[in-house]
């Protein structure tokens, strides 16, 4: 079992790392240096923070300046209102404009090994200019205006970041979905966005094996309705159905565009994105996130978090997928404004052999990386000898995000793939958030395994109780931000009330991100985890009630409850809990078609990893199942089996009742 962040790990973690002495040198200079200086500055941002975030905002092309950096107006924030700009421009535009059309933007490697070696791709500003305005041209061809929002749902292709850009470039929000989303829930996202335009590739590769994602955008479309163009890549030459009048392929459409295309002068508070992610009622809400405010925060978190430095040779590489918003933020938005390659890499981290991202590490000489703690375990399983095979002394940073980071593992990415001399720096953000917002600086914050440390400037985390009251250090409580910052979200699209309830009225006037944490005494934070029913799966949110509701869509199934586990690769894992229908008998048939029946409703990320068949749940007298009693019971299982009977269930009820 992994060692899980507790308040036992906090209190008992004494080892704390300073910035390597050679970091300086390493980088190239960093642009806060010291603890010191970072108090300093952190003070200021939160004394001052249009002062801050103005300044910031300078850095970038506007059409138009703002009126006024900050409106705020609990839960609204309008960020450089009055501004125009496009952030297409300012990732790519900018840089051809500034001379530097030459300088490599994008570094993709595919996935599949052929006799050559690998399928490398590299584009310039300059070409990435190019294959943006083609596409942005093609998109307008197609029908599509200002506002409308086009579907993403693509394998992690160079097309892909292509797509992303020329609908900022044309001021047409985007909504990707993850390519290892379900056919329904492609069809969820689609229709709540009443989205009609849908960009996807005939399959992608994951693992050696293809993902047909045009076939599930047939199937999503046909369940949603209303989708009138699908402009469809070809990546793995697999057979697609092409419904005439409605789908284009991409080598004949796009190919053959213009490729000038004027960037559209945003409003800073247009809608850039909707990103859908899941919450602790209901379908997955989509997170809307606008131009202005966004681009600044994401551009200038990864520039100082990452040390981003376009004077020296620095290749960054984030892991993630753009379907998540770690890849939005820190594949795309975040480093092309600032000049540095992004790598992109289509696959999986063990194929064809587990050392393909230290392979990938040695071949591109990457200087920060980027990856979630649940890739850093299963690399240890995996064993040291994949990463001694190669040398990664390029490294200078290192990054880590998405969920708690054990110590254990915060040790071996340090000492295994760091050497022992790059920083680790663990990154504390959401959706949500837009960007980073509780994260070591790597040349200033000396670090603590475990711990994401102190807030990003402008950031006033704290952490609350449920007056919103701050707690003194060495207490648990919310995490809360009790000032609004450019990344935040604006609203959930088409449910204000959703919106309010979820993050703006659980703690009066604070944004409430769902997380419990605490301050050990240097001031540092440690999060504990989410305190609704959110579940953490491998780096990816998925609501149990969502999980449930799958569920309970099987004829066999009459009551579902799902909880999280502790499990060693993914963090934590799903534990479903099912009564059956009379006439359905539990069997391990039964389990593997519950298995793929939720793979099949949201992705096989949302696949349990535990199905105990019971005959009721277990609840108390106003009816409530006792959620923390089967957390108790799913912590303590071997997996796979059954409850020996309901007796137990029941009986644990009883001695539980009232503590819930
Ligand atoms: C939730 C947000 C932000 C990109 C990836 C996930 C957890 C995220 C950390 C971290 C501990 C973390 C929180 C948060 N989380 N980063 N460094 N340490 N927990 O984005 O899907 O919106 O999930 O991920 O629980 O609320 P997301």
Known sequence: MAERTSIDTILHESRIFPPPADFEQRIGGSYVTSLEAYRAMHRRSIEDPEGYWGEAARAFHWFRPWDRVLEWSLPDAKWFAGGRTNLCFNCVDRQVQ??????????????????????????????LMREVCRCANALKAMGVRRGDIVTIYMGMVPELAVAVLACARIGAPHSVIFGGFSAQAIADRVQDAQSRTIITCDGAWRRGHLVPLKANVDEGAAIAGGVTNVLVLRRCGNDVRMTPGRDRWWHEFVDDQPTDCPCEPMESEDMLFLLYTSGSTGKPKGIMHTTGGYMVYTAHTARTVFNLRPDRAQVFWCTADVGWVTGHSYIIYGVLPNRVPTLMYEGAPNFPEPDRFWDIVERHRVTQFYTAPTAIRAFMKWGDAWPRKHDLSSLIVLGSVGEPINPEAWMWYRETIGGGRCPIVDTWWQTETGGHMITPLPGATPTVPGSCTLPFFGVDAAIVDESGAELPHGKGGLLAIRRPWPGMLRG?????????????????????????AHRDERGYFWILGRVDDVINVSGHRLGTMEVESALVSHPAVVEAAVVGMPHDIKGTGIAAFVTLEPHFAPSDDLRADLAKHVAKEIGAIAKPDVIRFTDALPKTRSGKIMRRLLRDVAAGADTGQDMTTLEDLSVLARLREGEE
């Open 492 to 516: 959930i699209h088409g449910d204000r009330e959703r919106f309010i309830q979820t993050y703006f009225s659980r703690i009066p006037g604070m944004y409430f991100a769902g997380d419990g």
């Open 98 to 127: 500034g001379g530097h059309g030459e300088a490599p933007a994008l570094i993709w490697e595919g996935e599949p090994a052929s006799p050559s070696g690998y399928e490398i791709r590299r584009l310039t500003y300059a070409e």
